[in-house]
């Protein structure tokens, strides 16, 4: 499965926030993930919700990492592009403008307001992957999937066993895959059980987009 999951060092992808979703039926289980952020190669903050899904008795992840797995991607807009954005530099916000976030429209935040939410700016003006890291903060239910659009490409039958907002991703850049993880371990057996109890948070979350500082710099 490491081969499939999300990086969230990805060399092109400056992370602001993460979640993920467990789902299963008595014969098949699903993990959704989403990771909301931006790209300067895409220009426009998204949100890309995968979907990874395979049948009950065939493990969630091995040593192969490719076993009856399939993997599906959505790409959502939650904040569309506008005057928000300073034309002469498209990664640089723009000193005025209209933003809007799921349809309603959010004042730009001041220069201390980023402060306030723990995001030291890097220049004198907001970058775009810092507003994105500030509404993440403000607004992270609104910049994440709605739960159709989790929903998407998962099957009527199955039922929603658990939902975390934090946990220890493997460093997938690093050659860490999901199983060497007591975290992904244990969300193995929940997958295969439905017992949501049997997870424990047995390692440190590192989720947050501080912890993944290589992330954007391609």
């Given amino acids: 499965m490491g081969y499939v999951l999300p990086m969230l060092d990805h060399g092109y992808l400056y992370l602001a926030a993460t979640r993920m979703s467990l789902f299963r039926s008595e014969q ?43 993997r599906k991607v959505q790409t959502f807009r939650p904040v569309p592009d506008g005057d928000w954005i300073d034309v002469e530099d498209p990664e640089t916000v723009a000193a005025e403008g209209r933003l809007v976030v799921r349809g309603r429209e959010i004042p730009l935040p001041e220069q201390g307001a980023y402060a306030a939410a723990g995001i030291d700016l890097l220049e004198a003006r907001p970058l775009v992957f810092e507003l994105c890291r500030y509404l993440s903060a403000m607004h992270r239910e609104e910049v994440l999937a709605t739960g159709a659009e989790r929903r998407g490409n998962i099957a009527a039958d199955m039922a929603q066993v658990m939902v975390l ?34 997870y424990t948070a047995p390692e440190t979350g590192n989720t947050h987009w501080r912890n993944w500082p290589e992330g954007g710099r391609l």
């Fill in 165 to 198: 907002d934090d946990w220890h991703h493997p460093d997938l850049a690093g050659g860490e895959l999901p199983g060497d993880t007591e975290t992904f371990r244990q969300l193995a057996e929940v997958l295969a059980t439905g017992d949501a109890s049997i």
């Fill in 28 to 70: 098949h289980w699903a993990v959704v993930f989403e990771v909301f952020g931006f790209s300067p190669r895409v220009g426009v903050p998204d949100l890309s919700v995968t979907t990874i899904d395979g049948e009950i008795d065939a493990p969630a992840w091995s040593a192969d990492d490719r076993h009856g797995r399939h």
